[in-house]
């Protein structure tokens, strides 16, 4: 079964500096997806990062910017210029693709609290 | 905006009443999932369908829980009676099935259901 692991639990910023979310994770597959999703206090859970293992690239959207390292099953999330509006909780999940078969779930980290100081 | 609905928003009951969570999954995605999140053991699978039919609800205890999709429009997640430890915010996420190679591997998440039980 797979697994992800975050091992910040809370994490802080300062305002406009730049953060990054660290998220590793366990597979014997070689197909999957990796996501960063937000989470503000109204709970709802907003996609913020993408990211197919097929691909070498890593993902960007905007101010956030991934860092994709598959032979060590490592995915990190960096923030730049963070914004108040960033503070939120970050979970990091795992969906195998559809080459593999099997489960089609999102398997979750515990997740990390970000706080970001005026 | 095509969103996934949940209702209730939050509910308090007693111990041993019965609760039933509704969700409508956004229209044409033929996976529905139902996750409970808690602080102690973060987001938990409880259930997931594909085209209605239920294909893993292993993480749901049988004994109180029940999840159905009567419906391709509508996904209900019970329990009865419920008990204080059932006390947790539940998610329904939807989604196109992986088995679709174009598929991006998102889910789409609802508001979730705040349940408290007394």
Known sequence: AQTVTQSQPEMSVQEAETVTLSCTYDTSESDYYLFWYKQPPSRQMILVIRQEAYKQQNATENRFSVNFQKAAKSFSLKISDSQLGDAAMYFCAYRSAWRQGGSEKLVFGKGTKLTVNP | ?118
């Open chain 2, 1 to 118: 905006d095509a969103r996934v609905t949940q209702t209730p928003r939050h509910k308090v009951t007693e111990m041993g009443q019965e609760v039933t969570m509704r969700c409508q999954p956004i229209l044409g995605h033929n996976t529905v999932f139902w996750y409970r999140q808690t602080m102690m053991q973060g987001l938990e699978l409880l259930a997931y369908f594909r085209n209605r039919a239920p294909l893993d609800d292993s993480g749901m205890p049988k004994d109180r829980f029940s999840a159905e999709m009567p419906d391709a429009t509508l996904a209900t997640l019970k329990i009865q009676p419920s008990e204080p430890r059932d006390s947790a915010v539940y998610f329904c996420a939807s989604g196109p099935t992986l088995r679709v190679p174009t598929n991006t591997g998102e889910l789409f998440f609802g508001e979730g259901s705040r349940l408290t039980v007394l």
